[in-house]
């Protein structure tokens, strides 16, 4: 199994990005995808997750703001992320779960003030 992220970058406050993983290797068609970050000198935090029935689960910092979904025809999981503050800034890694973890090499996100 392999993930690839793309989408992340240098932001302003306030401003938004869209981040992409998309799943390859032989997956089962129940399974949770979802978005840790890891911030500098800080432990790896969930974002947010998404089953492939569609619940989602966020963390309380970004809820209201970030919003994920998937194709399931693709394996392929997106987060929209609106009114980023410097805060958000870390490394995003995407996640995919089915009886173990599976991990993308993460993508940054850099949000100036």
């Known amino acids: 199994v392999q993930l690839v992220e793309s989408g992340g970058g240098l932001v302003q406050a306030g401003g938004s990005l869209r981040l992409a993983c998309a799943a390859s290797?032989?997956?089962?068609?129940?399974?949770?995808m979802g978005w840790y970050r890891q911030a500098p000198g800080k432990q790896r935090e969930l974002v947010a997750t998404?089953?492939?029935?569609?619940?989602?689960n966020y963390a309380d910092s970004v809820k209201g703001r970030f919003t994920i979904s998937r194709d399931n025809g693709k394996n392929t999981v997106y987060m929209r992320m609106n009114s980023l503050k410097p805060e958000d800034t870390a490394i995003y890694y995407c996640?995919?779960?089915?009886?173990?973890?599976?991990w993308g090499k993460g993508t940054l996100v850099t949000v100036s003030s």
């Open positions: 290797g032989i997956i089962p068609s129940l399974n949770t």
């Open positions: 996640n995919l779960r089915f009886g173990r973890d599976y």
């Open positions: 998404i089953t492939s029935g569609g619940s989602t």
